[in-house]
Every structure is written in C-alpha cells, then in structure tokens.
C-alpha cells in the first residue's frame, strides 16, 4: 500500500460524498489525512463525513454545485487556513444524454463546466502552492468514454478525453516538482449516481467494478501517473486506441447496442 501521509496534511475531495468519492474519503480517513469533502446533497455528504471523523481526522463539508457560479470561490474561501496536499476530482458523471443536434446547449454546457472549468480553476489553485512546496498529488477521474465516440457521449466523451490528456501534460510539467499527477480511467463502477439513471448492473456480459477497489487502486497509483486504467480495463482501452477509428466506434457502439438491447 503508498504511503499516503505525505499528501496530507488536508485532502480536497470534490466530489466526496457518495460511491467511488466516499471511498477515496474513507481510505484517506484511514491513512490519517483530514478532508475537505465537496458535492450537492447534504444528508450522504453528512454520512461520509461522520464516518470519517469516527476514524479519527477533521473533515469539513461544503454543499454546493461545483458548476454554480460562486463554488471555487466558496472552496478557496473554506480552505484558506489549511494546507492542502491532494486533490481528488471525482464529480464528472454525464448529466446530459440527448443526441446532440436534439439536447439543450446549456445542458451540455454544464457537463463542460463541470468536468473542465471548474476541475481546470481548482487544479490551479491548489496546484500551484504544492509546485512551491515540492510536494502534493492530484487526482483527476476520467471515463473509458474518454476514448472513443459513442452515441449520446458526444461532449462527455469530449470532456473526458480532454481530462486525459490535460492530466498527461500536467504530470509532465509537475514531474520536477514531485507533485504527483494521475488521471484514474473507470469503466462501469457500481455508484449511486449510476443506480439513479437505471443502469442494470447485472446485465450478462457488463464488467462492473466496485467503488472502494477503484478507489484504492487509485489511490495506490497516484504516484505512477500520468494515466491508470482501473478494474482490468486496460486491455479494452489498447483495442479503443486502434487508429481505424470507423472500426472501433462502429464495433463498440454494435457490441454496446447487443449488450443494451437499445437502437
Ligand atoms: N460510475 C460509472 O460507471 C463511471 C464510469 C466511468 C467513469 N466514471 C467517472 O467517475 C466519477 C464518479 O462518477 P459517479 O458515477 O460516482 O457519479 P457523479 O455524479 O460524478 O457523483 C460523484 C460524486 O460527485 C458529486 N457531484 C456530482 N455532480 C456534482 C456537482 N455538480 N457539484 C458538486 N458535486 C457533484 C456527487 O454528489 P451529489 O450528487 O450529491 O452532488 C458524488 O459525491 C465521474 O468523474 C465519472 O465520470 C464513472
């Protein structure tokens, strides 16, 4: 297992409260670090938050959605007095689904700010006071969506593709300065966020990984970014790398649509 005291002595988890975020909190509770745990709905945010206090650090709370105009404000202001040595950001899951021509601009505008603007103001923030002190880790969740096209992912697998190669630069332009840079690949993860949208996780044939697994593995490979894909998957992303690109998108998007029994 890492040692993870030396991202400490605070941990900023965005995106903390439920599924894989909880279980990032919970293995940092364990490993000594205090938290900061972010995310909208107050009454999980509360029980992650007490569950971890049980084990012995300070957590503090803030309610609020990271895609609201005043949140990094609120998150810089809540954190102002404390040294914060890892940034998990975790929140990101797709939040508009609709063919694009067909949804609502401000729809996908919002899945945009959420896993770039606000993930790109908070890497700044607290990225720049580990490069001074040579020490510090951020965490950065992308998608397997990330690499390739598929039908109804057109912006979020945009933003997780740009999450991937933002997290690739980052790693190399942090590397001199021993902060460690990952961004953790997940394929289908059992979350709640995923039991809301009707996924049925025990469909034949569905790989499905489990939140504290993934979250300790990326917890585990935090120092050997830039890029770690999760649960057995990296096999899968090798095949979507393939530059006949017509060929991959074609064949997962059929293989998808067998596996869904959808258009
Ligand atoms: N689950 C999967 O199958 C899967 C597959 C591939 C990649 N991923 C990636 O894994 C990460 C976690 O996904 P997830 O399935 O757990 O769903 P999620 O909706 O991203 O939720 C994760 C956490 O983020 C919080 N959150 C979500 N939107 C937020 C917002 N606008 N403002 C503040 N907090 C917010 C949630 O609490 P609240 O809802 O209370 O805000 C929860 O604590 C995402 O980056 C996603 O892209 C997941």
Redesign the pocket.
């Known amino acids: 297992m890492t040692d993870l005291s030396g991202y400490g002595p605070w941990a900023v988890i965005?995106?903390?409260?439920?599924?894989?975020?909880?279980e990032f909190a919970g293995q940092l509770a364990d490993a000594g670090l205090n938290l900061v745990l972010?995310?909208?709905?107050s009454v999980?945010?509360d029980q992650t938050a007490n569950s971890c206090r049980e084990r012995g650090v300070e957590v503090r709370t803030l309610a609020?959605?990271?895609?609201a105009p005043d949140a990094v404000a609120r998150i810089v202001e809540a954190t102002a007095d404390v040294d914060v040595g890892l940034l998990v950001y975790?929140?990101?899951?797709?939040t508009c689904s609709e063919h694009f021509l067909d949804g609502d601009l401000a729809a996908f505008s919002r899945v945009i700010d959420?896993n770039v603007g606000s993930m790109l103001a908070l890497v700044q923030h607290f990225g720049r006071p580990m490069r001074e002190r040579r020490r510090g880790g951020i965490l950065l969740?992308?998608?397997?969506?990330g690499y390739l096209g598929s039908m109804r992912h057109t912006v979020y697998g945009g933003v997780?593709a740009f999450g991937r190669i933002f997290a690739e630069s980052l790693w190399l332009e942090l590397r001199e300065y021993n902060v460690d840079v990952l961004e953790l690949v997940?394929?289908?993860?059992r979350?709640?966020?995923?039991e809301r949208v009707g996924l049925n996780f025990d469909m034949p044939g569905m790989h499905v990984a489990e939140p504290a697994d993934v979250a300790r593995e990326g917890l585990e490979q935090l120092p050997n970014g830039p890029v770690y894909v999760a649960a057995g998957n990296a096999g899968d992303v090798a095949r979507r790398n393939d530059p006949d690109r017509a060929k991959v998108v074609l064949g997962t998007h059929r293989f998808m649509q067998k596996l869904l029994g959808s258009r």
């Open positions: 965005a995106g903390g409260s439920e599924g894989v975020g909880a972010i995310a909208r709905k999980p945010l609020l959605d990271l895609v975790n929140a990101g899951a797709n959420l969740v992308g998608s397997m969506a997780k997940l394929g289908v993860t979350t709640p966020a995923m």
